[in-house]
């Protein structure tokens, strides 16, 4: 079946630094890859997406690229801010007996330190 | 645009009560979900409808039922209440059409059982 498997947080860093979360997924097909952010309190919300092999998807200054090869689609951003502290989902999207069902790997909560 | 909305946001209930969570999307999606949160779980998917009359289990049915007698509306149903269903619930939905569509969640119900 499918999976995803992400690095263990927190991860903590301070203001400015860069940042990388992990992203190795499993999947039979040929799925499309997503990361989720939720901050405190909150649901979870789409922050970026990519649906083949070697596109890569932005947004907010974040970036992750799908990587067939290695089964990989791992975050990073080039300066963080103490606003980015949150838990990060990463996700993938298999068709599975004809529906596609979503697979979310464990979440990677980062704290950013002013 | 409301998006997913869900009621309640909190709930405290004893051993064996039961109680229904409230769903409800106004973005016309064919796809609606219910997952649980547990910490440093990720997200179980519990139950998911792919239309208004069709509904299936995903990976933790087991204490909940669902129907989807609307396009909108997803209520998820706890029959006899137990310590294991404390959790945070979320309810999402989706386009669905070609797994690319990213799932748009609601604010969740924190639910305690005593």
């Known amino acids: 079946g499918n999976s995803v498997t992400q690095m263990e947080g927190p991860v903590t860093l301070s203001e400015e630094a860069f940042l990388t979360i992990n992203c190795t997924y499993t999947a039979t097909g040929y799925p499309s890859l997503f990361w989720y952010v939720q901050y405190p309190g909150e649901g979870l919300q789409l922050l970026l997406k990519?649906?083949?092999?070697?596109d890569k998807g932005s947004n907010k200054g974040f970036e992750a690229t799908y990587r067939k090869e290695t089964t990989s689609f791992h975050l990073e951003k080039g300066s963080v801010q103490v606003s980015d502290s949150a838990v990060y989902f990463c996700a993938l999207s298999d068709q599975s007996g004809g529906s596609y069902i979503p697979t979310f790997g464990r979440g990677t909560s980062l704290i950013v330190h002013p | 645009n409301a998006g997913v909305t869900q009621t309640p946001k909190f709930r405290i209930l004893k051993i064996g009560q039961s109680m229904t969570l409230q769903c409800t999307q106004d973005?016309?999606?064919?796809?609606m979900y219910w997952y649980r949160q547990d910490p440093g779980m990720g997200l179980k998917l519990i139950y998911y409808s792919v239309g208004a009359g069709i509904t299936d289990k995903g990976e933790v049915p087991n204490g909940y039922n669902v129907s989807r007698s609307t396009t909108e509306d997803f209520p998820l149903r706890l029959e006899l209440a137990a310590p294991s269903q404390t959790s945070v619930y979320f309810c999402?939905?989706?386009?669905?059409?070609?797994?690319?569509?990213?799932?748009?969640f609601g604010n969740g119900t924190r639910l305690t059982v005593t």
């Open positions: 990519a649906t083949k092999a070697d």
């Open positions: 999402a939905s989706s386009y669905g059409q070609g797994g690319s569509s990213p799932l748009h």
């Open positions: 973005m016309n999606h064919n796809y």
